[in-house]
């Protein structure tokens, strides 16, 4: 991959991390997701899991 696009990859994880953290917290603080969060919690950390896994393929692609 070469470092241009690497880089403008690395960038678009970074800022899906950053949408998760930001949707995460505010489904965690509404009343309307009250008791069913840990479902919610599941899949986000799932996401998080699956897009450390891309960062590290881009980051050690030769």
Aim: glycine share 4%; no cysteine.
């Amino acid at each position: 991959m070469r470092d241009d696009n690497k880089s403008e990859t690395l960038h678009s994880i970074d800022k899906l991390k950053t949408f998760i953290d930001q949707v995460d917290n505010k489904i965690e603080m509404s009343p309307v997701t009250n008791g069913s969060y840990n479902e919610y919690e599941r899949l986000f950390n799932a996401i998080r899991l699956e897009l450390d896994n891309v960062e590290n393929n881009v980051r050690y692609s030769g």
